[in-house]
């Protein structure tokens, strides 16, 4: 598949991930009550914001001007990595289930400093014979792979949690 092609397929369905989680989101007016959900609500947004972001950068940059998606590659994956690491540190004792995924959610931070790096040092992919715009298509993969995850493991935490709840407000 040509480049180009993937990624503008790959920011086409972030952004319809996006979408979709705004939709789910409007139906669970109770996480954002709540000031942890809210921050992994916030969290799953980003997870499909900035992929597609970067995707929309591949097409403008692509392989003729390859300066311009490094730089913007390198600056987004910081802008996830700090959100990230900021989220992982106020979400410690979040009140949702911990699957696998949720418990290692810090490696959504190394898949993001692996993005940065290969933005800014792009000859670190050569000896894997495939082009530096290819690895950053492998790690955004990942990225949306992991976002799917979590997803589920939080609308599963999530959903155990009203569960527990009162939902007419008596015990």
Known sequence: ????TFYALFSATCFTLLGLWWGVVQRHEEWMRDLQLRGIVGGV???FLLPALMGLFAQIGGTETPT???VSF???????LVSTLRLLRSQRHAPVVKGPLMRNRWLVAVVYALVAVVGAVPELVGPLGIKPIQAEAVLLI??????????WEFMIGAAKKSERQPQDGHA
């Open 1 to 4: 598949m040509d480049v180009n």
């Open 45 to 47: 947004y980003v997870s």
């Open 74 to 80: 390198v600056l987004i994956a910081i802008i996830g």
């Open 68 to 70: 311009f998606w490094r």
């Open 142 to 151: 990942l990225l949306i792979l992991m976002a799917h995850g979590l997803v």
